[in-house]
């Protein structure tokens, strides 16, 4: 028994491990007229080599056949033989592998529901002369599909220019091979795209597309043209430019052909002065004052003109209405999106003004019209990338035109072309500012969102600043005394920032401030100190008068004219006398003042004197000087010497004339003048020679006072030479 059961084991686990194909599932079947009849399924990944059979029943089950796969296409099977338009099919899908076979559900197909024929071939698409807005359709009938039946078709067709489809659906009860359809409902001058399918009148399946076609419908007269104006500043003598501006309307033909524009305009309430002006371009110049105006614009060609597009020109002084709240702009995948908000519910149409943001006035202005809507979209390939544009959208009520409200957006930003330009003003001990001008408004490639200042010292750490977009200048702070430092400023925006250019600067050793402290603080002390000396000279004012300005001797004032002859010759004998009393220690004169105006009773006295000598002794004189005797100079005995290279400097009095009896009389007052000299003499001794003997030192009254003097003395005058011998 246990030998059976080791016996049976293997079989056991051979049938365990045994696994079937999935059954075939999803079968779909398609008569290709006459062609072929092709059924597919869609099994699951089988993990063995499975192959499949198709068993085909026919001529209302009269008759069978098989279809074997092949390896390339496993889940489909064509039955190429004994196919007939008009029957009954059942379909079952036999799978098979080493494990065993499994077959799929019966299926019962329909044949005239599952026939599909080929695709029709379009020959034209062409106007109809004289029938606006047609064109008609020529093709081919199907070769392969029943002649007996009718077909369905399906027309397709769209604008050159766009990517909408529209679709228009009709049966051919006929079954002539050359088939028509005469499309309408078109606009004039404008080209088409065709593409047809047809279907068996009773068959689901539907063909494939046929190759498009293109065609053009008729042209007509122009629509319409949309009419904008751009206002320029009113001038000095009140009259102001208004640009006009037209263009084909909106929906208008892509192909539409204008020959010319025909533009009058006129003051409002006053058509007689209307003013007619023929152009081809699409814009114009007018000259208007500050009136309101009405501007109609008409545009044709060949086969008649537009309608009238009028447009009114609001006075300078008018006001005009305001509705809009708020706007903004917004990118969705490829499209940008302007809404608006208003506060006026009986204002529905608008007119949408953007031009590019340049550094220039721009030279183009682009405007469309919306109507019953409060968004615009335009695409983005429209606009250029990394410019900055203008958006404006002007509120329409009637023929009035309301304050427009205006943004700015961007496509698709990119970092600044290039960076700000910078300079250092300022430049402190620890302080700078740093100022940058704005990027051109064409290289910014998007919003500046930021500055970032970057600055380092030399050798040292980089610190930055960030500030908003507002901001062209920053002051620096906390900076290191007479130290170099770099700076450089980086422009942010969305998609990234771009360094300006660098600069370098040192800072000062000193500002500004201690400079002007410094100068105060010295500018100061030398006002304090004028200011106490004219004080003490206001308080002592002789002192301030003789340091300022000396007094001079007047000779023409001396007293010494009325010294006698007596005083005179005692104080010329004085010192003789004194001579003789005093001893050595007594006769060092202590320096002491002379009266003020000695000097100069010693020069007039003693001039004085010279002029009675020489009045009384004329006649001796006279004849010792004619005999040719001898005169002498006689110098002072007092005179101290002087080394080579410097000045003698005369003592207050100076020169001592010898002892002589003068028989005169003023001898007297000539003696005491004499001994009044040796005094002052004596002092000047005491005083040494280094004060007698300065180099460079002179006393311009001194050289010429009498005292300076050497006298020219007589040899003959009477007992005074005899004396001397």
């Known amino acids: 028994m246990w030998a059976c059961a080791l016996w049976m084991l293997p079989l056991l686990c051979k049938f365990s491990l045994a696994v079937l194909p999935a059954k075939p599932e999803n079968i779909s079947c398609i008569l290709y007229y006459m062609k072929n009849f092709t059924c597919t399924w869609s099994p699951e990944e089988e993990t063995s080599y499975t192959w499949y059979k198709v068993k085909r029943t026919f001529i209302y089950g009269k008759r069978n056949d098989t279809c074997n796969s092949t390896s390339e296409n496993r889940a489909s099977c064509s039955f190429l033989l004994h196919i007939t338009n008009i029957d009954n099919y059942t379909i079952q899908v036999e799978a098979q592998n080493a494990d065993g076979i499994i077959e799929s559900d019966i299926t019962h197909w329909r044949l005239d529901d599952i026939t599909k024929i080929e695709p029709p071939n379009i020959h034209s698409v062409k106007p109809v002369l004289g029938i606006k807005r047609m064109v008609q359709i020529k093709w081919e009938r199907p ?9 369905n078709y399906t027309l397709r067709f769209r604008m050159v220019n766009s990517a909408r489809w529209m679709e228009v659906n009709f049966t051919k009860e006929d079954t002539n091979r050359e088939q028509t359809y005469n499309l309408t409902g078109l606009q004039a001058s404008t080209e088409y795209v065709v593409a047809l399918q047809c279907a068996a009148k009773e068959s689901q399946l539907w063909s494939g597309w046929s190759q498009e076609k293109m065609g053009t419908t008729e042209e007509e007269a122009p629509f319409s043209p949309d009419l904008w104006r751009v206002l320029r500043p009113a001038k000095v003598d009140g009259r102001r430019t208004v640009k006009l501006l037209w263009k084909k309307a909106q929906g208008a033909p892509v192909l539409e052909k204008t020959l010319g524009y025909n533009i009058w305009y006129f003051p409002e309430n006053n058509t007689n002065l209307a003013v007619t002006v023929n152009t081809t371009n699409q814009q114009l110049e007018l000259y208007l004052e500050d009136k309101t105006y009405w501007v109609s614009v008409i545009s044709y060609n060949s086969l008649g003109e537009s309608p009238v597009a009028t447009l009114r020109i609001p006075a300078i002084d008018e006001k005009s209405f305001q509705c809009i709240e708020a706007m903004q702009a917004c990118l969705t995948q490829d499209q940008l999106v302007v809404e608006w908000q208003s506060s006026n519910p009986e204002v ?15 030279s183009t202005f682009s405007w469309e019209s919306v109507s019953w809507a409060r968004n615009w979209t335009i695409q983005q390939d429209k606009l250029k990338p990394f410019w900055c544009y203008n ?11 309301g304050q427009p409200y205006s943004i700015q957006a961007y496509v698709k930003e990119g970092i600044p072309s290039t960076g700000p330009v910078t300079k250092a003003e300022n430049i402190g001990v620890k302080t700078v500012t740093i100022m940058w001008k704005e990027i051109p408004k064409r290289q910014r490639n998007g919003f500046i969102s930021n500055y970032t200042i970057f600055y380092q010292a030399e050798d040292g750490k980089q610190f930055s600043k960030t500030v908003n977009s507002s901001i062209l200048q920053y002051g620096l702070e906390s900076l290191t005394r007479k130290t170099s430092y770099t700076v450089q400023v980086m422009a942010s925006t969305r998609a990234g920032g771009t360094n300006g250019t660098r600069i370098n600067f040192k800072t000062l050793s000193i500002s500004i401030f201690e400079i002007c402290l410094v100068t105060s603080l010295v500018g100061g002390g030398l006002l304090i100190l004028m200011i106490l000396t004219v004080a003490c000279g206001l308080k002592k004012p002789s002192n301030l008068k003789h340091l300022c300005w000396p007094d001079v001797p007047n000779p023409a004032k001396s007293s010494i004219a009325t010294w006698q002859e007596d005083d005179f010759k005692d104080k010329l004998h004085l010192n003789e006398f004194d001579d003789s009393l005093h001893t050595e220690e007594d006769r060092i004169l202590k320096l002491r003042s002379a009266p003020k105006d000695f000097i100069d009773k010693l020069v007039v006295n003693f001039e004085n004197f010279l002029e009675d000598v020489s009045t009384e002794e004329s ?3 006279q004849e010792n000087i004619l005999a040719g005797e001898k005169n002498e100079y006689v110098p002072s005995p007092y005179r101290p010497y002087c080394p080579p290279g410097e000045s003698f400097v005369e003592p207050p009095i100076s020169t001592e004339i010898p002892y002589r009896t003068f028989q005169h009389p003023y001898s007297a007052m000539l003696e005491e003048t004499f001994s009044e000299a040796e005094e002052i003499v004596y002092s000047a001794q005491s005083l040494g020679p280094d004060y007698l003997c300065e ?3 002179s006393t311009p009254y001194l050289k010429n006072s009498v005292v300076s003097r050497e006298f020219l003395m007589s040899e003959k005058l009477p007992d005074q030479t005899k004396r001397e011998v």
């Open 619 to 621: 006649g001796k004189a």
């Open 695 to 697: 180099e460079g030192a």
């Open 391 to 401: 958006i404006s959208v002007y509120p329409m009520l009637q023929d009035r035109v």
């Open 143 to 151: 070769s392969l599909a029943p002649v007996s039946s009718s077909l």
């Open 348 to 362: 529905n149409s608008w007119m949408v003004e953007w031009f590019p943001d340049l550094d220039a006035e721009p």
